[in-house]
């Protein structure tokens, strides 16, 4: 049984600093670097490559609305050509600090407010994907695992792309099988053995708990984990010693997918 392990990274914006990414990226396989407009900056997306490169970490990109005040969480009336122009230019950038340290981005992970509402609106999901190929069709598609992912996910595949199926389980899900709004009480989950066990049932059963007891069934690809959570570290570190005690061998996207 194998697994990806991703966390969004290169969040931190000039003087600001935003994320744990130094001391995270040693347990994850798969980096989701912010490309400028939710989040990053040129400096910090070069030095992200970098660091990526350094741990023999998997480089994707992470295209999110142009909105650095509200992190990319708010949703944006954008067209449809905005969307494609937002994903292009995102992943060209990112491109270009890759190449220039002889390093390939693998994955597109869409961010935010973009990712959620394209988890909803087909077209959406199809000027993403659309935009993806355009670039390199070699590229992975991050999607949003369980049914409500499936449109987004078959969209992608439908284009050619191969898609990777994501679980959050640091985060709280709906019943419907979607993230709990970070603005609701509990939206996070903070306890690293919590955490853990959650991540371990959804690579070995392929199921989540929602918040009101529900079963989500779902199979994913790769488990997401968030680098700027209080205790981030132990918490990644939880989570990898738990799926490699049970058997689960986890490895960049590339290497499985």
Do not use: W
Not at 89 to 118: D, I, T
């Amino acid at each position: 049984m194998k697994i990806d392990m991703n966390c969004d990274m290169g969040e931190s914006f000039g003087a600001y600093k935003l994320g744990l990414d130094e001391e995270v990226i040693q347990f994850i396989t798969s980096a989701n670097i912010a490309c400028g407009y939710h989040a990053g900056d040129p400096l910090v997306m070069g030095r992200t490559v970098s660091l990526a490169k350094e741990h023999g970490v998997s480089v994707g990109a992470h295209p999110g609305f142009p909105d650095l005040i509200g992190f990319g969480r708010r949703n944006m009336d954008a067209t449809l050509p905005e969307i494609k122009a937002y994903i292009t230019y995102q992943v060209g950038a990112l491109q270009a600090f890759a190449k220039a340290q002889g390093v390939k981005v693998e994955h597109v992970k869409p961010h935010g407010a973009l990712y959620l509402m394209a988890v909803e609106n087909e077209k959406m999901s199809e000027a993403i994907v659309e935009a993806i190929a355009s670039i390199d069709e070699s590229l992975i598609f991050v999607a949003l695992a369980g049914a409500k992912g499936e449109k987004m996910a078959k969209i992608g595949e439908k284009i050619g792309l191969r898609v990777a199926y994501e679980a959050f389980p640091d985060r709280a899900y709906t019943p419907e099988g979607t993230l709990v709004s970070r603005r609701q009480p509990g939206a996070v989950i903070k306890d690293p053995a919590v955490v853990a066990s959650r991540a371990l049932m959804m690579a070995k059963e392929g199921k989540v708990l929602a918040v009101d007891g529900t079963e989500i069934p779902f199979r994913p690809e790769t488990l997401c984990v968030h680098g700027d959570t209080p205790g981030a570290v132990n918490l990644v570190k939880e989570i990898r010693e738990t799926l490699l005690q049970a058997g689960v061998e986890v490895i960049p996207l590339p290497k499985f997918l």
